[in-house]
């Protein structure tokens, strides 16, 4: 079982659709993680949000558009994805110390038509 | 880019002991080092990690080189469950520094 909490498990969707994914996690950290992974590669990281602020964008498309309302929560707004947008989105959260692990949520599987 | 190298892949007879290395010859003296693995339609799971000290928990032990170049995790008694992709990470100890994944080693465990 993970403490992070991903919905939704699956999700497809058109090139011209509108979705959110969402990350939830009660473990009180303070920061929060995208990555996203194609089929047989490793993870590539995405966004992090430290206190509720963007910290870190990796040069992420703008269709891509992550939103932190609370400390518990991490969005990912999704918009005119393409076909090559399909993959594993995972969410990651740790208290802001290198000595901390960050823990994974199961990720949604992301399909674009 | 990932600091560290790993073997693309390892077999395990289930019960053995598994060792999985890890080479990190850049490695600062700020930077822990980090294991996790992924189980196939899971996230990553995290291990254990260590900064300059052999460390051993529930799951796995981990030995450091003394240099700090190269480490290896232990996995001591392997079951099916253990076959999974493991990740040898370095991260810095100051701030909030992100994991950086590498290819991992895909260790299969072989009833």
């Known amino acids: 079982d993970t403490e992070v909490t991903q919905t939704p498990k699956h999700l497809v969707m058109g090139m011209t659709n509108k979705k959110s994914l969402k990350c939830e996690q009660h473990?009180?950290?303070?920061?929060m993680y995208w990555y996203k992974q194609k089929a047989k590669k490793p993870p590539e990281l995405m966004f992090v949000?430290?206190?509720?602020?963007?910290?870190i964008n990796e040069s992420v498309p703008s269709r891509f558009s992550p939103e932190c309302p609370n400390s518990s929560l991490l969005n990912l707004h999704l918009h005119a994805l393409q076909p090559e947008d399909s993959a594993l989105y995972l969410c990651?959260?740790?208290?802001?110390?290198?000595?901390?692990?960050?823990?994974f949520g199961d990720g949604t599987r992301l399909s674009i038509l | 880019d990932a600091k560290t190298t790993q073997p693309p892949s390892m077999d395990c007879a289930e019960g053995r002991a598994a060792n999985l290395p890890c080479n990190h010859s850049?490695?600062?003296?700020?930077?822990?080092v980090y294991w996790y693995r992924q189980i196939h339609s899971q996230g990553p799971q995290y291990i254990i990690h260590?900064?300059?000290n052999n460390e051993t928990n529930e799951m796995a032990s981990l030995i450091i080189t003394e240099d700090r170049k190269s480490s290896t995790l232990i996995l001591p008694h392997a079951t099916l469950r253990d076959t999974a992709v493991y990740y040898c990470?370095?991260?810095?100890?100051?701030?909030?520094?992100?994991?950086?994944f590498g290819k991992g080693t895909r260790l299969s465990v072989i009833a």
């Open positions: 949000y430290s206190y509720e602020k963007l910290s």
């Open positions: 990470i370095v991260r810095s100890r100051v701030g909030n520094t992100p994991l950086v």
């Open positions: 850049t490695i600062s003296g700020n930077e822990y």
């Open positions: 990651a959260s740790s208290q802001l110390d290198g000595n901390q692990p960050q823990h």
């Open positions: 473990m009180g950290h303070r920061a």
């Open positions: 260590g900064l300059k």
